[in-house]
């Protein structure tokens, strides 16, 4: 006990020194993402823009004069390993936030347990059951999964498109995908022929896009967030199947489709802004928010942005303006994030309350597709 | 079932197939000369793709692969130098330990190394789009100048192994090692020759199959997994076998797919694997007296 309070001071004090924190209690902020593993490019940009954002932020002194200190832990994509690093990052390091999860499968795990902590939680995941049913402490920055299928059905009605074949990854994020694809087809008037369930470490899906061209499909929508959604367009494209192609939210980093190579032209997928910064109108919203975080990020780490790491910045601003409103108090700056409305992210604009954790509309959503290997709006 | 779609699936079945049977090749010889499961065979596999894609940014595509091959021969010989060769009569345990650290440390190099991201050679003709059509069946290049290296892969071996005083000094030290030693064979050496060779040939199938499959600092695991079942499919110790036992349930694999939902292929590959061990224990391919006496010694 005596050791610790030694720890606790000697940790205040060394604080205090650095830029004049006054002695004030630190933010802490644990992330659980993945950063290596198979969801490493969803996992990784989150936690680079993490560390890039605490460095910014504390560097101007932290939020009220507080140091935000964070911790991060790399559960590999791993829900079990997600559920005791959370665990650890609760009652060892008493964090006052988690944020993360980077997938849907290791969120949907996790919940529960840091919601029961009174621990605010920010998944940066998109499957829709992470906060439907709400649960008081926990939300979630990247846009619904269902908004993203109802985009992608609005484009295949325009193509004429009438029956599909529809792959998915066995991962949290695919499962979910796929249900949201099942029941909002029918709707759209739109047969899924053909519905595959790959392993998420799959190297070749020949077979697989094989029993989809047997199955005469006018259309391929694969929802997955690994590497194999690269696989699966080149795949489509060797076994001569020449049909259109579309990916869920999860292809939103331009890794994937450099990936595919040239199989990835033509590929078409919707995603938040961010990825086609440049084609904004200057009049947009979100303009000067994902060109601060795109021309910071780029600049530092040398690699493009994606919509994860967006993901990543949003969590953290959304955190931080709660606690400028409400201070170190669980349950306050939990009220404050529910009651949060207008917070321009890099996914759009959130408008929470407390039936909605989310707080974006289908308008975070634009089409996007692939044109010489990079990302532009779809029909511009 | 249409004639185009069978060879469609078969394609797919051959494509796998071959990831398998070099990646199974390479546990054989270093089964054969030592009666050791290298656990780290995946890890050379991986090695050679990310070492030939760094230097396939300087140096053109044949080199940098040759390149790759020569050094993760170093590393394997390395590895047999540092954690094998001072091991006097080691047992298999404790073999099996050593080498799933040994992969657990290259992995985690890998990563310090390389980082997370996935990585690719370009395909060695054309591109991602490019299919040849024969027939009415589409095959990427890239799966033929796979197929074609692992002919050649195997074909090498039995040269080397039957033709070679190398290779016979090393089928000597397979087949008795005491007796070996006694007649002058240099047995310590040739163990370390072969964990060169099979991280070579680990290498070579590495860079040929990364256009195909990607490849990152963790795909070493799986890539062990499916060459190790495939071994002991065809039965340790022989490398044709296993090509035979790759492509066996690569093209089961592949079939699978059309009839059960893709979720079953790799419990498929498992089944089968069971199901022969029951029947024949040494494998589709082994001899039983050899399991037998091998048991028995």
Redesign the interface.
């Known amino acids: 006990m005596n050791r610790t309070r030694i720890a606790a001071a000697a940790l205040a004090l060394a604080a205090s020194f650095q830029a004049g924190a006054q002695g004030k209690e630190p933010l802490k902020v644990g992330a659980l993402l993945s950063?290596?593993?198979p969801a490493?490019?969803l996992g990784?940009p989150e936690a680079r823009t993490l560390e890039m954002l605490v460095e910014e932020l504390n560097a101007k002194g932290g939020v009220d004069g507080r140091k935000i200190e964070l911790i991060v832990k790399d559960t590999g994509g791993n829900p079990e390993k997600a559920i005791s690093f959370a665990k650890q990052l609760i009652e060892e390091n008493g964090v006052f936030a988690i944020i993360g999860p980077a997938t849907s499968g290791e969120s949907i795990a996790v919940k529960q347990f840091v919601n029961d902590a009174s621990t605010i939680l920010l998944s940066c995941a998109a499957a829709e059951v992470i906060t439907t049913p709400v649960l008081p402490y926990v939300f979630k920055v990247a846009p619904k999964d269902s908004y993203a299928a109802e985009m992608i059905f609005r484009q295949m009605k325009k193509l004429g498109v009438k029956r599909i074949g529809v792959l998915s990854s066995?991962t949290g994020f695919g499962k979910a995908g796929k249900e949201q694809v099942e029941k909002l087809a029918p709707a759209h008037g739109i047969e899924i022929a053909a519905s595959?369930?790959?392993?998420k470490?799959a190297?070749?899906l020949?077979?697989?896009v094989?029993?989809l061209?047997?199955a005469n499909v006018q259309a391929i929508l694969n929802w997955s967030i690994e590497?194999a959604q690269?696989?699966v367009?080149?795949n489509a494209?060797?076994?001569?199947l020449a049909v259109p192609i579309f990916q869920s939210h999860g292809f939103a980093n331009v890794?994937y489709a450099k990936?595919?190579?040239?199989?990835?032209e033509g590929v078409m997928f919707p995603a938040s802004r961010i990825v086609v910064a440049e084609s904004l109108a200057a009049s947009d919203k979100q303009k000067p928010v994902v060109a601060s975080y795109k021309k910071g990020y780029e600049a530092r780490f040398k690699e493009d942005v994606s919509t994860f790491g967006g993901h990543a910045y949003d969590a953290l601003g959304i955190l931080v303006r709660a606690v400028k409103e409400a201070g170190l108090d669980r349950e306050k700056a939990r009220k404050a994030i529910e009651d949060m409305k207008g917070f321009v992210g890099t996914a759009g604009v959130f408008n929470f309350s407390p039936e909605d954790h989310n707080g974006l509309s289908i308008e975070a959503f634009e089409m996007i597709t692939v044109k010489g290997g990079k990302f532009v709006v779809l029909g511009r | 079932?249409?004639t185009e779609?069978f060879f469609?699936?078969l394609?797919?079945?051959l494509?796998?197939g071959t990831?398998y049977a070099v990646v199974g090749v390479g546990f054989n010889i270093i089964y054969n000369t030592t009666g050791i499961i290298n656990f780290a065979q995946g890890e050379f596999v991986m090695l050679g793709g990310m070492t030939a894609v760094t230097l396939a940014a300087f140096v053109p595509l044949p080199v940098a692969i040759a390149a790759a091959v020569l050094l993760t021969m170093l590393v394997g010989a390395l590895v047999e130098l540092t954690f094998i060769r001072w091991l006097g009569r080691p047992t298999v345990l404790r073999m099996i330990v050593i080498t799933i650290g040994v992969s657990i440390m290259i992995r985690e190099a890998a990563?310090v190394v390389w980082?997370?991201?996935?990585r690719?050679l370009p395909y060695f003709t054309g591109?991602?789009?490019?299919?040849l059509?024969l027939w009415g069946v589409?095959?990427?290049p890239q799966v033929l100048w796979s197929l074609a290296a692992c002919v050649a892969i195997v074909a090498s071996l039995w040269a080397f192994f039957q033709h070679t005083p190398l290779g016979r000094q090393m089928r000597a030290c397979a087949s008795n090692r005491d007796a070996a030693a006694l007649c002058g064979v240099p047995v310590r050496n040739l163990v370390t020759l072969s964990f060169a060779l099979s991280a070579g040939i680990g290498a070579l199938a590495g860079c040929v199959v990364s256009p195909?499959?990607?490849t990152?600092?963790?795909?070493g695991t799986?890539l062990a997994i499916k060459g190790f079942t495939v071994a002991i499919l065809g039965g340790l110790g022989n490398s044709t076998a296993a090509v035979a036992a790759g492509f066996l349930v690569g093209v089961l694999?592949?079939?699978s797919?059309?009839l059960l939902?893709?979720?079953y292929?790799?419990a498929i590959s498992v089944a089968i694997l069971l199901a022969i061990l029951f029947v024949r224990p040494s494998g589709l391919f082994g001899s039983a007296e050899v399991a037998r006496l091998e048991a028995r010694g």
């Open positions: 950063v290596t593993g490493a490019f990784a066995n595959e369930v790959y392993d470490a190297t070749d020949t077979a697989e094989t029993k061209k047997a590497p690269s696989i367009i080149k494209r060797q076994i001569g890794q990936a595919a190579g040239a199989a990835a | 079932m249409q779609l469609q699936y394609v797919a079945g494509t796998y990831i990563l980082g997370e991201s996935v690719a591109d991602e789009v490019t299919s059509s589409h095959v990427s195909i499959t990607y990152a600092y963790n795909v799986g694999e592949a079939f797919v059309s939902p893709t979720a292929k790799d």
